[in-house]
């Protein structure tokens, strides 16, 4: 298991020189249609870093590739100093078992009660001591504000609980790295709010790395550090929020400013 | 008289700094109304282990009547402290009250009877939106009827008739050792020509097919339910009897029949090939055996049987793929629960057609009927 994180309340900054992960140069198929074309970036330890782009743009197969479940055609992907493309069933088990995966559907078991989802991963990779499995539990449900639903079943929960659980259960051996799909997808306003406030703070508080995919302004606007953006496969931006607010790249622009496509075109007349 | 206890937990609270923390704790020698208190004021940082650990001192202390209170942690710790507080509370572990045995018996009996009720209601719904509202201009999804006849019954055939013949080859086996000693083994084929028109064929048919079909049946709604689609063709105004129901009930209404009839030559198939192949009789000799302990009440009884195991197979399972909750460990719940009633039913019709049989016709001795 992962050697938990000190939690000290004082995030550190993150550095370009503190990647925890780099994606070099990745290229995938789905059949014959190229989804990543050339797409490459690093995340800094520490930092919450947001994919963005419209809907089809790549966004959740690039984040599945960085969880490994998905081979890429080529390029690499390299965490703690190994390529995750090249990792063999038990390398890549070992390495998926130092993140946390938060899935937009949440992913929860609904077999079991929510206390068991989270506390699944702590029994099932051992080295935990018995006695601390169902308090870490109980801890890690309070971390997300869900300590009263340890014994419900997930279909007693809405779907922002849903959520709130799975992340529960993703950070439930403290990875150092989080991945987040689409955490304010379906989510009402207030709701998702909360959800971003909670991930600003695990992230303050824990010092986790968030990477998360979505496409709602708001979200990426209150607790992105960086922003990495892709069109039809490739990365058309990199930067920070402010940066992307001012960046003359036109789909970019289109994506902040919420405009149809006519705007394109529009712009490309001018 | 209580005393106040003082712990000082060590500069990192990780897994190690816990565990002694919650060593040292386990060393005091504590009486019900003592108190610990936790210093902090040494901790630099902490991390969820630490707080689990934290957490188990505080649920070890509540059980021994101890209270455990901690203080002067700084910064990060602190705030870490207060995010974590509701797991740090000491709860009470809740026992569920067990139901007294007039309460169980209650609770069976209401839910016996809304279940029968809902079944009831989906039995007058079916048979309505199959039988009536067709004829009233109601609406029949005949390409799904046809599509039903097909999954169930095209798709089947092979199964049936590999489980008839292997049955018929068996039956046909063990009786003929059976009978070997009186030289009475040509009589081996009225048997099996009796057994599987008026039972096996019936029987193993609607077996095989409660276990494909009837399984299927009750997951393909489950999953429905659990996936909202349900909900969604109520939401349309459909209703969900004529939509899915009928066109099942009637697919297999009419499939299993002629399954069942399959099932009858490939059964006498199966007997025939033992007869022939190692008892050694002449297969004209075996055929004129058969044709002779044929007859056609038998036969009629076998289908008659065959029709209302169908109504049964697909009535349970769509009863039981309504009734899911509970996601995907329901679904199988269900599928298994359906396949079992479905078995337990079929067994209950075969007792009902042979008590009807035997009482009001006569028919417990081969022509008598």
Not at chain 1, 82 to 98: F, K, S, T, Y
Not at chain 1, 219 to 229: E, K, Q, T
Not at chain 2, 12 to 28: C, P, S, T, V, W
Not at chain 2, 94 to 106: C, S, V
Request: charged residues 20%; glycine residues 10%; hydrophobic residues 45%.
């Amino acid at each position: 298991m992962n050697a938990p994180l000190s939690h000290t309340g004082k995030r550190t900054e993150p550095s370009d020189a503190d990647t925890i992960i780099e994606v070099r140069d990745l290229v995938t198929h789905y059949g014959e249609t190229k989804v990543l074309d050339g797409v490459s970036f690093s995340v800094r330890r520490g930092e919450v870093f947001t994919i963005i782009g419209g809907s089809g743009c790549g966004k959740t197969t690039l984040l599945k590739h960085m969880c490994g479940l998905l081979r890429p055609t080529s390029g690499s992907i390299i965490f703690q100093g190994r390529d995750v493309a090249a990792m063999d069933e038990e390398e890549l088990a070992g390495m998926q078992r130092q993140i946390g995966i938060a899935f937009q559907s949440s992913g929860l078991f609904n077999s079991m009660t929510v206390g068991d989802n989270v506390a699944m991963p702590l029994r099932e990779y051992g080295g935990m001591d018995p006695r601390l499995i169902e308090p870490l539990a109980r801890l890690k449900l309070s971390l997300v504000g869900l300590a009263h639903a340890y014994h419900y079943m997930p279909s007693d929960l809405s779907g922002g609980m849903k959520k709130r659980a799975g992340l529960a259960r993703a950070m439930a051996t403290d990875p150092e790295l989080v991945y987040f799909d689409e955490p304010s997808a379906g989510l009402d306003p207030i709701m998702a709010a909360g959800l971003d406030s909670l991930i600003l703070n695990l992230n303050r508080l824990l010092g986790t790395t968030f990477v998360i995919v979505t496409h709602e302004l708001d979200s990426i606007r209150l607790i992105a550090d960086r922003v990495l953006m892709l069109d039809r496969g490739r990365v058309i931006f990199l930067g920070t929020v402010e940066e992307a607010a001012c960046c003359g790249v036109d789909r970019v622009r289109q994506f902040f400013e919420r405009r149809p496509d006519e705007y394109i075109e529009q712009r490309a007349a001018e | 008289m209580s005393v106040r206890h003082t712990l000082t937990a060590g500069a990192i609270l990780d897994r190690q700094g816990g565990e002694a923390l919650h060593d040292a704790f386990a060393n005091i020698r504590l009486k019900r109304g003592d108190e610990v208190f936790i210093d902090l004021s040494s901790t630099e940082r902490m991390d969820s282990v630490g707080g689990a650990w934290l957490s188990r001192i505080v649920k070890e202390a509540f059980r021994h009547g101890v209270t455990v209170t901690w203080g002067h942690a700084g910064g990060g710790v602190a705030e870490f402290l207060e995010v974590i507080a509701p797991a740090l509370r000491p709860a009470p572990e809740k026992k569920r009250a067990e139901p007294g045995p007039l309460e169980a018996l209650g609770d069976v009996t209401i839910r016996f009877f809304t279940e029968a009720r809902e079944f009831g209601g989906l039995c007058v719904d079916a048979l309505y939106w199959t039988l009536i509202a067709p004829f009233e201009g109601r609406g029949f999804r005949f390409n799904e009827f046809l599509d039903e006849v097909y999954e169930m019954g095209v798709r089947a055939v092979r199964i049936v008739c590999l489980m008839n013949f292997l049955v018929g080859l068996i039956i046909a086996m063990l009786s003929a050792k059976q009978v070997e000693a009186f030289g009475l083994q040509i009589y081996v084929a009225n048997l099996i020509m009796i057994a599987f028109a008026r039972e096996l064929a019936a029987v193993m048919t609607a077996v095989v097919v409660s276990a494909r079909t009837g399984a299927a049946i009750a997951a393909e709604i489950a999953t429905m339910v659990v996936q909202e689609e349900i909900d969604a063709l109520r939401g349309m105004g459909i209703n969900t009897a004529q939509y899915l129901v009928a066109p099942k009930l009637l697919g297999l209404v009419v499939a299993l029949p002629c399954l069942t009839v399959l099932g009858m030559v490939f059964g006498v198939m199966g007997g025939a090939l033992w007869g022939i192949v190692v008892l050694g009789f002449r297969p004209s000799i075996w055929y004129q055996q058969t044709l002779g302990a044929a007859d056609m009440n038998d036969i009629i009884q076998g289908l008659l049987k065959s029709f209302f195991f169908a109504i049964a197979i697909a009535l349970i399972g769509c009863h039981n793929g309504f009734r899911v909750t509970g996601g995907s460990r329901g679904v199988g719940r269900m599928t298994t629960r359906a396949v079992v009633m479905d078995v337990f039913s079929l067994v209950l019709i075969d007792m009902v057609f042979a008590t009807f049989f035997y009482y009001i016709f006569k028919q417990g001795v081969p022509g008598q009927g």
